[in-house]
């Protein structure tokens, strides 16, 4: 069984990272908005889904996520620059 360096946090961010994981721990507000339940990300704006429970406006949340990430990655096109290097990272939304 292999053994994993243990994970360190960031600075003052949620992130942990070892040499082959990254872990990113982010804060879900649940708010009842016209008879829905509203489910947000605190560090991830625009990330906002609803349901009409928890579990259903936390189940949207994930291709809220995952919509808002895409988003982010397109802008970053439309700036020329030099690329050094990339990596693709897998996030898995609890």
């Known amino acids: 069984m292999t053994q994993h360096a243990p994970l360190v946090p960031h ?5 942990f990272t070892d040499r082959t994981h990254m872990e990113i721990k982010m804060h ?5 908005v016209d008879g829905l339940i509203q489910a947000s990300v605190a560090e991830l704006p625009g990330a906002i889904s609803l349901g009409a ?3 259903k406006a936390r189940q949207n949340l994930d291709e809220a996520i ?3 990430l895409e988003g ?14 990339s990596e693709e990272i897998a996030f898995r939304a609890a």
Do not use: F, G, Q, W
């Open 53 to 55: 429970s928890v579990e």
């Open 28 to 32: 879900l507000i649940y708010e009842k």
């Open 66 to 68: 995952e919509m808002v």
């Open 11 to 15: 600075s003052r961010c949620d992130i």
């Open 72 to 85: 982010n990655r397109l802008l970053t096109k439309e700036v020329a620059r030099e690329r050094i290097s």
